[in-house]
C-alpha cells in the first residue's frame, strides 16, 4: 500500500512539474510572439473628448500595437513639438519610435514607414477624410498619405 502511495505521489509531482513547465512554455512563447509581431508602442496624444480619436485608437490596438493614451487639451503644442506643418494637422498625433504619424492614418502606411524606415519626421494625412480609420461613412477615393521631411516640406509617401 504504501509503494502504491508513493507512486501516486510521484505521478501526481510529475504531473504538476509538467503542468507548470507548459505554463512556463507558454508565458515564454507568448512574449516572443510579442517579439517577433514586432509588436510597437504607440502613444497618441488626443483630446478627452474626441469620438473618433478614441475609435482610431481601438483601431491600432487591433492592428497589433501597444496602444498608450495620453489626452492634452492643447494639440497645437503638440505639433510644435513635432514639427507637424499647419497643412498637415489633424484631429490626433502619434508616436512610433523616433516618427509622427498624423491623423487617421492606414495601418497600411504605419507599417511602410515601420519597414522602410525613410529619413523623414513622419507621416500625415491631413484632415478627418470620411471612411478612415477611426471615421464613419465610405471612402471616397484614395486616400493620400504624406511624408513630412525634417525641413517641414511635404512630398506624396503613398495612396491608399
Given at each position: 500500500?504504501?509503494?502504491?502511495?508513493?507512486?501516486?505521489?510521484?505521478?501526481?509531482?510529475?504531473?504538476?512539474?509538467?503542468?507548470?513547465?507548459?505554463?512556463?512554455?507558454?508565458?515564454?512563447?507568448?512574449?516572443?510572439?510579442?517579439?517577433?509581431?514586432?509588436?510597437?508602442?504607440?502613444?497618441?496624444?488626443?483630446?478627452?473628448?474626441?469620438?473618433?480619436?478614441?475609435?482610431?485608437?481601438?483601431?491600432?490596438?487591433?492592428?497589433?500595437?501597444?496602444?498608450?493614451?495620453?489626452?492634452?487639451?492643447?494639440?497645437?503644442?503638440?505639433?510644435?513639438?513635432?514639427?507637424i506643418p499647419s497643412s498637415m494637422e489633424s484631429?490626433?498625433t502619434t508616436v512610433i519610435g523616433d516618427y509622427?504619424?498624423?491623423?487617421?492614418?492606414?495601418?497600411?502606411?504605419?507599417?511602410?514607414?515601420?519597414?522602410?524606415?525613410?529619413?523623414?519626421?513622419?507621416?500625415?494625412?491631413?484632415?478627418?477624410?470620411?471612411?478612415?480609420?477611426?471615421?464613419?461613412?465610405?471612402?471616397?477615393?484614395?486616400?493620400?498619405?504624406y511624408a513630412v521631411h525634417k525641413d517641414g516640406?511635404?512630398?506624396?509617401?503613398?495612396?491608399?
Amino acid at each position: 500500500m504504501k509503494s502504491k502511495n508513493k507512486l501516486c505521489w510521484a505521478f501526481l509531482i510529475l504531473g504538476v512539474v509538467i503542468v507548470a513547465g507548459c505554463a512556463s512554455q507558454k508565458t515564454d512563447s507568448a512574449s516572443n510572439d510579442n517579439q517577433a509581431s514586432g509588436k510597437v508602442t504607440a502613444t497618441i496624444f488626443k483630446s478627452s473628448g474626441c469620438g473618433c480619436c478614441s475609435v482610431y485608437t481601438q483601431y491600432m490596438g487591433k492592428k497589433g500595437f501597444d496602444v498608450k493614451v495620453v489626452e492634452t487639451e492643447d494639440s497645437s503644442s503638440i505639433s510644435d513639438k513635432y514639427g507637424i506643418p499647419s497643412s498637415m494637422e489633424s484631429c490626433h498625433t502619434t508616436v512610433i519610435g523616433d516618427y509622427f504619424v498624423e491623423g487617421h492614418v492606414p495601418v497600411e502606411a504605419i507599417n511602410k514607414l515601420l519597414a522602410e524606415k525613410p529619413d523623414i519626421a513622419g507621416i500625415a494625412m491631413p484632415g478627418m477624410p470620411s471612411g478612415s480609420p477611426g471615421m464613419p461613412g465610405s471612402k471616397r477615393g484614395p486616400f493620400v498619405v504624406y511624408a513630412v521631411h525634417k525641413d517641414g516640406s511635404t512630398t506624396e509617401f503613398m495612396r491608399i
